[in-house]
């Protein structure tokens, strides 16, 4: 469905059902660089299991009007103001990587519209390193390259793909590569730039799970387990063997992690 944001269309998909406000709701962020169909198998989970839901294209991202925001705080905002356009009063958060962020911060900024807290694939800083912000800035094939042979794990890379067919490394190329020129690069310096993340942890009230790979290259597990120490009451869960990108290779144990 299309919503209007702060003025401006943005695309949300529901899992296959129409959104209900009278359901618990659910809003599924995504990571830099990618779209709502990062979500596409746990969304229709949840969709047919008593929850409503929401995963927008962030501004600029899939089908969403752009341009993309800039930073951490102004996509926080901007989910919030999401959760007033659909008519939902609060959700339970689920972002990855640079949605991990959007999560927390929205938390912290706008505590009275978040009911519990999903971090998957999270850090106490995102820093993204100098090569990587400089092929994306150039809208270089090399930044592709790079956030998708670090973001799957060794399993991944050798075709682990639960579902018959699908190749992992192709399929995140792809999205990537369909996203509009500098929009990689916008999301990427946001995060390296975020550095409220301690901060905005400590103001957490609501059930939260961080939810980590064992093998992830991109925010590594040590470093989600600081951001986690920093939220009170942190369930952390280390998924045996994966990457950066759980939605993918990890489908069913990262929504076994997320239920609790």
């Known amino acids: 469905m299309n919503l209007q944001v ?10 296959g059902r129409e959104f209900d406000r009278s359901l618990p709701a659910v809003v599924l962020i995504h990571g830099a660089g990618f779209d709502h169909t990062a979500w596409a198998l746990h969304s229709r989970w949840f969709a047919h299991n008593g929850f409503s839901v929401l995963v927008p294209d962030l501004p600029g991202h899939g089908r969403s009007a752009g341009p993309a925001l800039g930073s951490i705080a102004e996509m926080a905002d901007w989910t919030a103001a999401l959760l007033n356009a659909a ?3 609060k959700a339970h958060l689920i972002g990855h990587s640079m949605g991990s962020l959007i999560a927390l911060d929205t ?6 519209k978040v009911s519990a807290l999903s971090l998957i694939g999270t850090a106490a800083a ?31 890379e050798l075709g682990g793909s639960l579902a018959p067919g699908l190749w992992m490394h192709g399929g995140a190329q792809r ?4 996203c509009a020129p500098g929009v990689l690069y916008s999301d990427l310096a946001a995060c390296n730039a975020y550095l409220d993340a301690p901060v905005s942890a400590a103001m957490v009230k609501v059930p939260t799970t961080v939810i980590l790979g064992e093998r992830d290259m991109m925010t590594p597990a040590k470093a ?18 994966a990457g950066h990108m ?15």
């Open 246 to 260: 759980m939605m993918s290779e990890r489908p069913d144990a990262l929504l076994a992690a997320i239920r609790g």
């Open 126 to 156: 995102m820093t993204v390193g100098p090569d990587l912000l400089k092929a994306a800035e150039a809208n270089d094939q090399a930044a592709i390259d790079m956030v998708s042979i670090w973001g799957l794990g060794f399993s991944a």
């Open 175 to 178: 999205t990537l590569q369909y």
């Open 224 to 241: 989600g387990k600081a951001l986690a120490a920093a939220i009170p009451n942190a369930r952390t869960v280390v998924l045996a063997g």
């Open 6 to 15: 702060n003025g401006k269309q943005a695309f949300v998909a529901t899992g």
């Open 107 to 112: 938390a912290a900024r706008h505590p009275d």
């Open 87 to 89: 008519g939902a009063s």
